[in-house]
């Protein structure tokens, strides 16, 4: 259900964002945000907190303006703003355990196009400037090649030029994709190969300046070829607000985390070469906001997404690499993205969340026998 004057929309929790998007360009809308990958349902890219990036732009939850729950018991919740309004709250990061989602209203913005325009950096000038960065580009962000200084950096902003795309076969999937993977699996018997490896692709793919304009969720979505593990944790920024609070305690300001864990990460790799990271890590930037099991709950975020990719299915070690990362965003006040791997637990979660416990109380009083509980969820609830 389309309401054109709100620009709003109303649809069922599991349609897939790969079918929603033709479906506003027929009534001229979109979404204003959108994460990378649109094969996944609404409820559920709300529910595990999904985000991409831009210091104006909040995680995709903050687009949901109203949704309906089925509840343990049988009723229908229907949760906004003005109607069950705690429930709300706790309920657009829901982590499937408060109900099943049946509707999600959306707030959609016009049709828009996006220019994408990657060019390579330095970690240093990117580090250095990050707020001139940030400042440039409405959906700035940066990918950074372990074992070097290299950056590609990633503008995306409002144009209105026609589509153009500097997409290429050989060099996006002969190149990007066929070469790498066996070069990568050929590094899981000679480990010391990833540090060239990476050198290597970001002369051949990111060592220039590259421009793609489209409609937005076409630049804003791209391909996933690979098969991999990812950990994502959201860090505190702090920048100015711009986001509405809520009627909860302050949020706490502080100096700024990133330069300060990603150097940190490039200093464990330097003095432990026998540790390996593949390209990129990639690191996005997201307003603060007043959901309870939000990672920007109460504090403007920096994302860092680290990755070790799986060649031809083949698991590479990684057991030094996470435990180290999640050592430093532990020691920056990260919070885990609730889709990807981590090794938190609930008292982990007590200390990160300001707002846990007023979550516990609504999911236990939604679902006191713990019906729609996992054993991942149990062991972020006990």
């Not at 599991?14 to 998007?21: P, R, V």
């Not at 509840?71 to 109607?83: P, Q, V």
């Not at 220019?115 to 959906?139: A, G, I, R």
């Amino acid at each position: 259900m389309v309401d054109t004057e709100k620009k709003q929309v109303t649809v069922e929790a599991g349609i897939l964002l790969t079918d929603l998007h033709p479906q506003l360009d027929k009534h001229g809308l979109a979404l204003s945000n959108l994460g990378a990958v649109s094969d996944v349902t609404a409820g559920g890219v709300i529910g595990s907190g999904t985000h991409n990036t831009g210091i104006k732009h909040g995680i995709l939850a903050t687009q949901v303006v109203a949704l309906t729950l089925l509840m343990a018991d049988g009723t229908i919740l229907e949760c906004s703003e003005s109607s069950n309004a705690e429930v709300f709250q706790a309920a657009r990061v829901h982590l499937g355990c408060l109900g099943v989602v049946l509707t999600v209203t959306l707030q959609c913005v016009p049709q828009f196009h996006l220019q994408e325009t990657t060019f390579p950096s330095t970690l240093k000038e990117v580090l250095d400037n990050l707020d001139s960065h940030l400042k440039k580009s409405e959906y700035f962000r940066f990918l950074w090649f372990p074992h070097s200084e290299n950056v590609s950096v990633i503008y995306q902003d409002h144009t209105i030029k026609p589509p153009s795309s500097s997409a290429n076969w050989f060099w996006d999937y002969a190149i990007g994709f066929y070469l790498l993977e066996f070069l990568l699996w050929i590094s899981t018997f000679l480990p010391g190969l990833v540090g060239w490896i990476n050198r290597f692709f970001f002369w051949l793919l990111f060592n220039g300046k590259k421009e793609n304009c489209n409609l937005s969720h076409k630049i804003f979505t791209y391909e996933c070829r690979f098969k991999q593990h990812v950990q994502d944790w959201a860090i505190p920024r702090p920048l100015p607000q711009v986001w509405v609070p809520s009627p909860l305690p302050p949020r706490a300001e502080g100096r700024e985390k990133t330069k300060e864990a990603l150097l940190e990460l490039k200093a464990m790799l330097e003095a432990n070469p026998k540790v390996v990271a593949h390209y990129p890590v990639e690191v996005r930037f997201t307003r603060g906001d007043d959901i309870l099991l939000s990672p920007c709950f109460q504090r403007d975020s920096c994302y860092m997404n680290i990755i070790m990719y799986r060649p031809y299915g083949k698991d590479v070690p990684r057991l030094d690499y996470w435990l180290a990362y999640e050592t430093i965003m532990k020691k920056v006040g990260g919070r885990p993205h609730w889709a990807k791997a981590h090794n938190c637990t609930r008292k982990d979660f007590e200390k990160m969340y300001p707002a846990f416990q007023r979550f516990c109380a609504i999911r236990e009083k939604l679902d006191p026998t713990g019906m729609f509980l996992n054993a991942y969820l149990e062991k972020v609830f006990y």
